[in-house]
């Protein structure tokens, strides 16, 4: 029962254009969530966050945005650059879960030049 | 400051061997969890723990022990590995409720396990 879903295992973009991940989650008890991105043999590293009572975060390049009655949010990357390529982890979590973080799949991104 | 430290990076069992893989954090943080990461099905908790003397169980504990006598360590045991265990294991650790970029999770640089 994946409670995180990322439906799109990978997605090619040109280098200056958008990228567009999207993440889908079913739990109505997650009220924060996270991106995360993570490059070959290391571990993840924090990207960008959101609190659900947002709609949208921006931290430069990186904007997140939050559809909470769909359940859904998507992290977008203005304009991409090769060394964005890599994976990206969607997470949520709960306030009353402690410190349980549940990712999804991850989506593989290839930044062409 | 060394951040998060797995060891070992590889190894490779035999399937009914045992083994602890290694977790270590120097930044005085109290959450900690263990991850498995395969093709296809993203990272998913294993054990989880929110201070010295305390664990629980993530999405997938079976066949995992964990305990925490110290803040700084997080050791991760396989009893009887199995081929299924096949994995790359992520040690994380964080100040508070992983939540933000204040407190979000540090995560070890892996721990890539075959069981033959």
């Known amino acids: 029962d994946q409670q995180v879903k990322q439906n799109s295992p990978s997605l090619s973009v040109q280098e200056g254009r958008i990228s567009i991940l999207n993440c889908d989650y079913t739990n109505s008890m997650f009220d924060y969530f996270l991106w995360y991105k993570k490059y070959p043999a290391e571990g993840p590293t924090f990207l960008i966050s959101?609190?659900?009572?947002?709609d949208k975060n921006e931290d430069g390049r990186f904007t997140v945005f939050l559809n909470k009655s769909a359940k859904h949010l998507s992290l977008h990357i203005v304009p991409s650059q090769p060394g964005d390529s890599a994976v990206y982890f969607c997470?949520?979590?709960?306030?009353?879960?402690?410190?349980?973080?549940?990712f999804g799949q991850g989506t593989e991104l290839s930044v062409k030049p | 400051n060394a951040g998060v430290t797995q060891t070992p990076k590889f190894q490779v069992l035999k399937t009914g061997q045992s083994m602890t893989l290694q977790c270590a954090q120097d930044m005085n943080h109290e959450y900690m969890s263990w991850y498995r990461q395969d093709p296809g099905m993203g990272l998913r908790l294993i054990h989880y723990?929110?201070?010295?003397?305390?664990?629980d169980q993530g999405e997938v504990p079976n066949g995992y022990n964990v305990s925490r006598s110290t803040t700084e360590d997080f050791p991760l045991r396989l009893l009887s590995a199995a081929p299924s265990q096949t994995s790359v294991y992520f040690c994380?650790?964080?100040?508070?409720?992983?939540?933000?970029?204040?407190?979000?999770?540090?995560f070890g640089s892996g721990t890539r396990l075959t069981v033959v």
């Open positions: 997470a949520a979590s709960a306030m009353g879960a402690g410190g349980k973080l549940i």
């Open positions: 994380a650790s964080s100040y508070s409720i992983p939540l933000g970029p204040n407190y979000g999770y540090t």
């Open positions: 959101i609190s659900s009572i947002k």
């Open positions: 723990s929110v201070g010295a003397g305390i664990t």
